[in-house]
């Protein structure tokens, strides 16, 4: 198969590879408006290709006298702030697999002409038929969601830096503690805790989006019925290869109930109550597990007013969105007032 390169007017035969290389050279940026394949008779009529070629856009069309036209494109992509670019189909789309493929090869060879770096697909669940065909062109899972699949790419010839996903998960244990000195507990009806017989503190992981004293809110009120609200953050744990070999981060929030009455949920709950503190701390499990141990003794110093956690402060970050600072009240007045001190 022979090719014919016309610039202004003028037509040039190529073989393939020539012309392959001759379209990716620096110069070949606007020269040449069209290329042309035809078969080894020279029939033009038969089959005909070309390409248009800017700084902006390059399309490749396909033309044949059955099929009419089939426009081959970069595959729509927007840069990131680190000179990659980020795919996002959409699941409404229908797209062969095989078209898919050329798109993605030619895409991938004009951002590489460019100096792109990592290049971030999302393919929606409808799409999962174009997994294997991302993954044959040197793509590899990154992470995945209910709904989509994100495969990542690096294209230099380097060290691969970009970050893996998510590496923790956050989770909450809730200290409800009444004005007698009784804490809400619960003994699990599922996992590791079921028909132990151990009471513990409400817990639950943080949603998506949700913030850490709303998650310890949200979750005593699923569990239990009982109506909260946030106090301090006493003390928080991390520990690493948990679940699914995932950090964690766990936070003990204090609460302060605002009704009484439980209500637990049959799902996840086997029983619940309010018991005295002492009580609590005293169980043999607790008393033998250091962690268990520690996050009692801590509340109980709270509640003898011998212990000061963290409260959340409202902020801003630099690009306007509303996010929360966990700092010690007690020092923060020490701090403005040295600093007052200083300013007189």
């Known amino acids: 198969m022979l090719l014919v390169l016309r610039e202004f007017g003028l037509s040039y035969w190529y073989n393939e590879l020539s012309l392959f290389q001759l379209l990716l050279s620096p110069?070949?940026?606007?020269?040449?408006?069209?290329?042309?394949?035809?078969?080894?008779?020279?029939?033009?009529?038969?089959?005909?290709?070309?390409?248009?070629?800017?700084?902006?856009?390059?399309?490749?069309?396909?033309?044949?006298?059955?099929?009419?036209?089939?426009?081959?494109?970069?595959?729509?992509?927007?840069?990131?702030?680190?000179?990659?670019?980020?795919?996002?189909?959409?699941?409404?789309?229908?797209?062969?697999?095989?078209v898919y493929s050329s798109s993605l090869r030619f895409s991938m060879s004009q951002w590489k002409q460019k100096g792109k770096k990592g290049v971030w697909i999302k393919l929606p669940k409808q799409l999962s038929n174009l997994v294997d065909v991302t993954v044959k062109e040197g793509f590899r899972y990154h992470h995945a969601e209910p709904d989509y699949l994100m495969l990542v790419h690096w294209i230099p010839e380097t060290v691969d830096p970009l970050p893996p996903n998510a590496s923790h998960r956050v989770g909450i244990g809730a200290f409800v503690v009444s004005s007698k000195r009784e804490v809400l507990v619960v003994q699990e009806a599922n996992g590791f805790f079921r028909d132990t017989g151990v009471w513990k503190l409400p817990t639950g992981v943080v949603d998506e989006g949700e913030d850490i004293f709303a998650a310890a809110v949200r979750e005593v009120k699923e569990e239990t019925g009982i109506e909260t609200e946030f106090v301090e953050m006493l003390a928080f744990r991390h520990s690493h290869k948990a679940f699914f070999r995932k950090s964690d981060l766990f936070f003990i929030c204090m609460l302060k109930p605002h009704s009484f009455e439980i209500q637990k949920q049959d799902l996840e709950i086997a029983a619940a109550q309010w018991m005295p503190i002492e009580d609590y701390a005293a169980q043999p499990f607790v008393k033998e597990n250091k962690l268990f141990d520690d996050v009692a003794q801590i509340c109980l110093a709270k509640l003898d007013k011998d212990y000061a956690g963290f409260t959340s402060l409202a902020t801003t970050t630099s690009s306007g969105k509303t996010s929360y600072l966990y700092f010690n009240k007690g020092y923060m007045g020490n701090l403005r007032n040295s600093v007052n001190d200083q300013q007189q």
Request: charged residues 20%; negative net charge; proline residues 6%.
């Open 27 to 98: 110069a070949c940026s606007t020269l040449f408006t069209c290329f042309f394949i035809c078969p080894e008779d020279r029939n033009p009529f038969n089959q005909v290709m070309s390409v248009s070629i800017s700084s902006s856009f390059v399309e490749k069309q396909v033309i044949g006298p059955e099929d009419g036209v089939e426009q081959i494109q970069v595959l729509p992509a927007v840069e990131d702030k680190y000179g990659g670019v980020v795919v996002e189909l959409k699941g409404d789309q229908t797209l062969d697999s095989e």
